[in-house]
C-alpha cells in the first residue's frame, strides 16, 4: 500500500512541475520540430514567417525554430547543419543560390530527414516536397504585360535579383523569351541586382550617369524592392520617369499593393506567401499523410483595376491575423496564471495525499475484509454442491428402489405371499423410506434451508407414504397419442421412467441435454422430462436452449432431479421450466403432472376460425369471415407464408416447410401440437375462408375465385366449400 502511495506521489509532483511557460503549446503525444531556414530576412519573407506561425497555432504538436541567412550561401549551410544536430524533424528551406547550398540539403536528406524546399530551387534532387509560384510563367507573364503595355514599342531597363539563385534565373528567362514576339521592344540594359532597394539604387544610378542620354521607357525589376530603387535613382537623377513594374505584390503600407494604388509602381506581381498551406504541407508529411511533392502556387498581376479590391482583402486577412494573435496573447495570460497557482495546487495535493492515505487504508481494509466474505461464501458453496451432488447420487438409485417397491407391492405376487416374505417386504421398503429421511435430515442440518415452509423430510415423507397404483407395462398402441422425451444420463431412470410412461405416450430417450435438444428439433415431442445434473449439456441450460428454439419453445419441460433445494427450484423454473418434481417421486405425481401440462397447450386449435365462417356464409348482410391467428410466433410466420402464396394451387406442405426452414415432419408435428390440425387442413381452411371474402366482397365468379385462392379445380372447390359450410359456393351470396 505505501509503494502504491509513493507511486501516486511522485506522479502528481512530476505532473505539476511541468513547464508552465505560456509559449508551451504542446499537448500531443509527439513534439515535431521544424527548423525554417530562410536565405535573407525582408518584408516578403517577414510575412511568409508570421503565417507559419500563425498556422502553428492549430497545430499544437509543432514547434518552429527559424533562422536567416541575410544573402549568405556559408551562413545558410552552417544554419542548416545546426539546425539537423539540434535534433529536428523536418527542414523548411528557401536557398540562396541554386548551386552552393546543396550539399547541406543532401546532407539533411540522407540522414532522413524530410526536406521541403520552398519557393526557390536548387540543382539537387534530394527533397521530399516542393512548394512555389512558376518564375519562369512569372516573368513570361509580366514580359507579356510589358508589350502589351508599351504597344509593342519601347526601351526597356531590367533589374534582375541575387545572382544564381533561381527566381532570377527564371524570372529572366521567361521575361527575354516572352519579349522575343516583340520585335519593337529592346532591352538595352541588364543589372545585376541581388533583391535589395539599395543595390538596385546604386546600380540603376550609375548606368544613368554613364548614359546620360539613353531614353528608358519601362523599367522592369525583380521584385518591388528593386522597382523603387530604380524609381529613386531617376528621381534623383532629374530623369523622366518612366512606368516601373515589380513582382511581389504585398499587401501593408510599404507593399506593392499600395505602390501599385498610389501610382509608385504602374503594375506588381503577386508572389505568394502561403506560410499556412507550408505548414500544412510539413505536418501532412510528418503525420504519414498523402502530399503532393511538387506544389505550385497560383499568382497573379496587381493593376489599378484590382489593386484596391486586393488591398482590401488584404487589410481583413491582416485584421483576422492580428485577432487570433491577440486571443493567443489572452491565452498565453491564462496559462501564465495557471503558473502561478502551482503552489496552491502542490498543497491541496498534500491534503489530497493524506486523504488518500486514509481513503486506501480504509479500502484495503473493508477489501481484505470482502475477500474473507467471499472465500466464506465459495466455501459454502462449494460445500452445498458437495452435499447436492451426494444427494444426487443417493436419490438416484433411492428413486430405483422406491419406485418398483411400490409397484410391486401392488402386484398379486406380494399380495398372495406368505407372511414371511410379506414381513421381510415391508422390512425392505421401511429401511429404504428410513435412508430417505436420514439423507434429507442430513442436508436439512447442513443447508439449514427448508422447501416452501414444509421441511425437507416432511415433504419427501408425505410423497413416499401415499400409495402407488399399477402403472402397467404395455405399449401405447395409440398412434394419436402423445409422444413423451426423456432425458437422463442414467440408463437406469430412463428404462424405470419408460415403464411408467409407455402405456400411455410415445416415449423417446436421450442421455445428454446435447442429444436432447437434437431429437426435440427432429421429433418435436408433446413433452419433455428431463434430468438436471448431465453431462455435457445440464438440464438448466437443456431447457433453456428448448424455450428459446422457435422449433421447440412451445414443448412442457418438466425437470425430474434430486437438487431439492428451493434455490435449485427457482434456478429450475428461471430456466423456463414448467414444472419441478423432486427424486425419489411417486409415479402418479409425475403421470398427473404431465396429464395437466398437456391438457393445458390445448389451445389454438382454430387457427382460421371455421364456425365464424360457417355462420356468416348464412347470413344475408353477414361481414365476410376473416383469418383469425393466433400469436404463436411460429403460426403467425406458417399464416403469413400461406397468404402470400395461396394462388399456388401447386402449394405443398414442403414448400411452406422450405420457406419456414423446417421439414415436413418437423411442420407437421409443429403445427399439430399448436393447432390440433395439420398443416394441410389449415392450407385448405385458409383457401376456403378467403374464398367466402372474395364471395361477399367481389362480383367475381365461382371459377375465377376457385383459382384465385389456389384450388385446383372449380369442381373440386365447390365440393370442399359444400363439405365444410353445408351449402355451395353461389348460396353463400344470397
Sequence with gaps: MWRLVFFAWTALMVACSTDGDSSSRLHGDHKYRIGVSQCSADIWRDKQNEELR????????????????????????????SLVAEGIDLLIVAPNQ??????????????????????RKTNSQKYTAYMGADN???????????????????????????????PAIERHNGFRESLDAFPGIDIIATLQGDWTEPTAYKMVKQWLIDHADEQVDLVFGMNDRSAMGARKAFQEQGRALPLFCGIDGLPGEDGGIRLVLDSLLDVSYIYPTHGDQLMQLA????????????????????TRDNARVLQLESEEVMRQSKNLAQLDHVASGYLQQLANQRTLTLLAISMIILLLLLLLGAYFYFK?????????????????????????????????????????????????????????????????????????????????????????????????????????????QDEDAPTVLIVDDNADIRAYLRTILQAKYHVMEAEDGQKGTEVAREQVPDLIVSDVMMPVM?????????KHDMMTCHIPVILLTARALSQHQIEGYESGADAYITKPFQPELLVARIVNLLQSRHQLKDIWSPKTAEDDVHKENADAPTMEVK??????????????????????????GSQ??????????????????????????????????????????????????????????TKCFKDEYGIVPGEARF
Design 538 to 546: 445440464n438440464g438448466l441450460e437443456f431447457c433453456q436452449g428448448i
Design 54 to 81: 500563425m498556422s502553428a497555432y492549430f497545430h499544437d504538436n509543432v514547434e518552429l525554430r527559424f533562422a536567416a541567412a541575410y544573402d549568405s550561401d556559408e551562413r545558410q549551410v552552417q544554419q542548416i547543419d
Design 283 to 302: 505536418v501532412d508529411i510528418l503525420e504519414g499523410k498523402p502530399y503532393e511533392k511538387e506544389t505550385h502556387l497560383m499568382s497573379a498581376l496587381v
Design 631 to 656: 400469436d404463436d410466433p411460429f403460426i403467425a410466420r406458417f399464416g403469413k407464408v400461406v397468404e402470400e402464396k395461396m394462388s399456388d394451387s401447386d402449394l405443398s406442405v414442403e414448400a411452406i
Design 136 to 166: 519562369y510563367e512569372m516573368g513570361h507573364l509580366m514580359g507579356d504585360y510589358v508589350g502589351s503595355r508599351l504597344k509593342g514599342k519601347g526601351r526597356v531597363m531590367e533589374v534582375m535579383g541575387l545572382k544564381g539563385s533561381s
Design 368 to 476: 481484505q475484509k470482502a475477500r474473507i466474505q467471499h472465500e466464506r461464501t465459495q466455501m459454502e458453496r462449494e460445500q452445498l454442491d458437495f452435499y447436492t451432488q451426494v444427494s444426487h447420487e443417493l436419490r438416484t438409485p433411492l428413486t430405483l428402489i422406491e419406485g418398483p417397491l411400490a409397484q410391486l407391492a401392488e402386484t398379486e405376487d406380494i399380495k398372495n405371499a406368505s407372511g414371511e416374505t410379506t414381513n421381510m417386504f415391508d422390512i425392505v421398503r421401511r429401511n429404504t423410506h428410513q435412508l430417505t429421511l436420514l439423507i434429507n435430515k442430513m442436508l436439512d442440518v447442513q443447508v439449514g434451508k427448508v422447501m416452501g415452509g414444509v421441511p425437507i423430510e416432511q415433504v419427501d415423507a408425505v410423497t413416499v407414504a401415499q400409495p402407488v397404483g399399477d402403472m402397467g407395462t404395455a405399449v401405447a
Design 98 to 119: 541554386v548551386a552552393t547550398i546543396s550539399p547541406a540539403i543532401d546532407r539533411t536528406f540522407d540522414k532522413g530527414i524530410p526536406v521541403i524546399v520552398f519557393e
Design 660 to 717: 419456414l426452414g423446417v421439414s415436413r415432419v418437423q411442420l407437421y408435428r409443429k403445427v399439430k401440437a399448436l393447432t390440433g390440425c395439420t398443416p394441410v387442413d389449415l392450407l385448405r381452411r385458409a383457401r376456403l375462408v378467403k374464398a367466402c371474402a372474395l364471395l361477399k366482397d367481389t362480383s367475381l365468379t365461382v371459377s375465377e375465385i376457385a383459382y384465385q385462392v389456389g384450388f385446383s379445380s372449380p369442381s373440386y372447390f
